[in-house]
């Protein structure tokens, strides 16, 4: 005989979870319990913030497409989770939610904290649901499992009723994790495909968060490179391609360049693998015509559901997009390495040729120090704002580097997903760019680091402004700044006060020094960067921002 909370606890090691992160809570208390006897299994990872927690989830599950487990206690702790889990499913990654509950003689009564669950997160995750009698929880878990990990991954929101944890069950846990295989592309498919790309002027290859393999990767560039055809990767998934690649053009997201802006608008076929056309990756969709865009669409997406959402495809193709290119023969031919060679220097120019920065600090040097002496074996974390053109755009990514930036939007997710890769990958380097207003959403995180071990080095970019709010104002209501600046603390000393190593960077040519003491620093780092509140873009000056915004009034 188990408890419920035994019963969940050994499910989930079952199906092969080792890592939960969560806040404790009173209404699972019999799932702590069960943690207690489960170390070098399922390790807890103690969170300040439910918020935090969740968003160390979402990271897990994007970073080893493994479900990332967050356990949180119910009514405040699941709402202050639902960021995690709006972000899980934006970026289609794995996640469960685990939610402790109400008893359920007491449910639709409005108890204490009582929130109808699958009314809350219903249309926020990919399936809410509660468990109701003890015997089924290996049943729920083991679909949750499957759910989160098939198709479109994504987030699965599980609540647990105190009464059904605390009840005595002969039923067994799971016994072992379960394999699926993904769909095959139909051979007609790959035959077709192949065709509309042979008969291109101007093809193009866009690539989003399906989980690439190792061998899908080698398959896509070997693929591109010799049929010359460009690349671009949907909104932060530019880590999927080696940036080496003569054919890597760049990432079509918000501020994308003008050069991939000319791509999607101007190609003639495109082949778009695993991405789900959102609204950053068109510029607002208009990049492509909606519903029948005048490129021909080949779309090829785990999930059906994906297809034809919002762009009707000439070729729609029900497939593992990394089954897929392993599918393509070894290459197409056709006249456009013009069109190819273009694309790249483009992309290679927005680095190369950007301006030195005004201000204090100048991060195009910090960036290109960065570059220099940093390995492959990175992690880049970022939350939102206008200083995330800095790990998105001016990092060239390798094979073994990877990038974790939420695809909603969220501000704060950067420190609790440094957090995640470091524990997931604790011999690679971790770092995090946030900017001053990021950081404070969730900076009380590094506490949860320093507990856990995690040696995570942050940037703290520190422009005294909320940045990229600051931009759309200027543009729209120019020299009327209203509720977007901020009174700092001394983030240097914060980082100190969590026993990190903290330093405060005033001019560039303090950066290299201080970088390396950071690299170096056993308990990781908080670097604060001066920024001028001058260099919100790298091509564009607040200044000018303004100039353009009241040229428009006029």
């Not at 890592?19 to 404790?24: N, Q, S, T």
Request: proline share 6%; charged share 20%; hydrophobic share 45%.
């Amino acid at each position: 005989m188990r408890n419920g909370g035994q019963l969940v606890v050994e499910s989930l090691i079952a199906l092969g979870a080792t890592r939960a992160f969560g806040v404790p809570g009173e209404s699972y208390l019999a799932v702590l319990d069960a943690l207690h006897d489960t170390a070098g299994k399922l390790d807890f990872v103690l969170c300040r913030q439910e918020g935090g927690a969740a968003f160390m989830a979402a990271a897990h599950g994007k970073l080893t497409g493994s479900p990332g487990i967050c356990m949180v206690t119910r009514g405040p702790g699941a709402t202050n989770a639902a960021i995690g889990v709006h972000t899980a499913m934006q970026d289609s990654v794995p996640m469960i939610l685990l939610v402790g509950q109400v008893a359920t003689d007491m449910k639709e009564r409005e108890a204490f904290q009582e929130v109808d669950y699958r009314a809350v997160f219903g249309t926020m995750a990919k399936w809410a649901t509660e468990i109701e009698h003890v015997e089924r929880i290996p049943e729920i878990l083991s679909r949750a499992w499957i759910t989160a990990t098939t198709g479109r991954p994504g987030p699965v929101v599980v609540a647990l009723p105190e009464d059904v944890l605390m009840a005595q069950t002969a039923v067994p846990p799971l016994t072992g994790p379960v394999k699926v295989y993904a769909a095959e592309p139909a051979a007609d498919a790959v035959v077709e495909a192949v065709a509309l790309l042979q008969h291109a002027e101007r093809p193009l290859i866009v690539i989003g968060g399906a989980e690439w393999t190792g061998p899908a990767r080698a398959a896509l560039q070997s693929f591109a490179e010799a049929s010359d055809i460009p690349i671009i990767t949907s909104f932060r998934y530019q880590d999927q391609v080696d940036s080496a690649c003569a054919c890597f053009c760049g990432d079509a997201g918000v501020g994308m360049t003008a050069g991939v802006k000319a791509l999607l608008k101007d190609a003639d076929v495109v082949l778009a693998l695993g991405t789900r056309f959102g609204e950053n990756m068109t510029d607002g969709y208009t990049l492509l015509e909606v519903p029948q865009p005048k490129q021909k669409i080949i779309h090829v997406h785990a999930s059906d559901r994906e297809i034809g959402k919002v762009y009707r495809p000439t070729l729609g193709v029900h497939a593992d997009p990394g089954r897929f290119v392993q599918a393509l023969p070894a290459k197409v031919t056709g006249h456009w390495k013009a069109w190819r060679s273009e694309a790249r220097a483009a992309y290679l120019g927005f680095i190369d040729k950007a301006p030195a920065q005004p201000g204090p600090v100048d991060m195009v040097a910090v960036c290109k120090h960065m570059r220099a002496v940093l390995g492959s074996d990175v992690v880049l974390t970022n939350g939102a704002g206008n200083f995330t053109v800095w790990p998105t755009r001016f990092f060239r990514f390798r094979p073994g580097m990877r990038l974790l930036a939420p695809q909603s939007g969220a501000m704060g997710y950067g420190v609790p997903a440094a957090i995640a890769a470091k524990l997931a990958r604790p011999g690679s380097t971790v770092i995090c760019f946030a900017g001053d207003g990021d950081f404070q959403m969730n900076g009380q995180e590094l506490s949860s680091a320093r507990q856990a071990g995690a040696a995570v080095i942050v940037l703290v970019l520190n422009n005294g402004t909320y940045g990229t709010i600051r931009a759309h104002q200027e543009r729209e209501f120019p020299a009327r700044v209203s509720g977007t600046s901020i009174v700092n603390p001394d983030f240097a000393a914060l980082g100190r006060a969590y026993g990190m190593h903290g330093e405060h960077v005033t001019h560039t040519e303090e950066f290299a020094a201080a970088f390396e003491r950071a690299l170096a620093a056993p308990h990781g780092a908080v670097l604060e960067l001066d920024i001028a509140a001058e260099a919100l873009t790298p091509y564009r000056t607040l200044s000018e921002i303004r100039a353009g915004g009241l040229a428009a009034k006029s």
